[in-house]
């Protein structure tokens, strides 16, 4: 009578743990898979804001390549004034030279030719500033700031990439729990 008390204990035992370890597992499972669920949403929300900053910044990009061919036809406008005015200069020179006595004339055209010559000087040195600090800062920044969103972009895939894989492991362990605790049950009752 004892033996069979100690064998229906025994059973009912068994029976409890079983039950009780298939419900820890589920829970388990539950809780690791909302965890890793929501990891892998915050990814994809990370992952679509940088693909859609780095869309931002090419559109910007293109825009200042726009700019850049403004500022290309505003230097030929620059170059064609700076010629009218050497034309100007010259013209002026010339009336100079006809109206005055040789040696007053002789001291004006070197006035006038120094001038002209600074003037051109300057204008060159505006034009090359004009363009070396547009070139330097606006097309560089740009291309530095989309290579470094793109290496974050490939960092939130790499990292969706792994999360996805470690879900798809808790999914193949959740489908062998059952044969493994028709394994158990049968270890149990031998």
Known sequence: MQNADLTAKLQSTTSALLHLSAETQL????????????????????KKKLEEEVVNLKRHLEVNTVER??????????????????????????????????????????????????????????EENLLRTYKNASISQ????????????????????????ELEKYRQLYLEEPENRTSWASQVHL
């Not at 892998?40 to 929300?45: A, I, M, S, V």
């Not at 006595?101 to 000087?121: C, H, I, P, T, Y």
């Not at 740009?142 to 894989?165: G, P």
Request: glycine letters at 2%.
């Open 69 to 126: 061919s403004q500022v290309e036809q505003y230097k030929q406008e620059i170059d064609e004034r700076a010629r009218r005015d050497v034309a100007e200069k010259l013209t002026e020179l010339s009336q100079v030279v006809q109206c005055k006595r040789e040696e007053r004339a002789k001291q004006d055209v070197a006035g006038m030719l120094k001038e002209l010559s600074q003037f051109l000087q300057t204008q060159a040195a505006y």
């Open 27 to 46: 829970l388990l499972k539950e809780l690791c898979t909302k965890g890793i669920q929501k990891k892998c949403e915050t990814l994809e929300e990370e």
């Open 142 to 165: 740009m291309k530095h700031k989309i290579k470094y969103l793109e290496s974050e972009l490939k960092s939130k895939t790499f990292q969706l990439d792994s999360v996805k894989k």
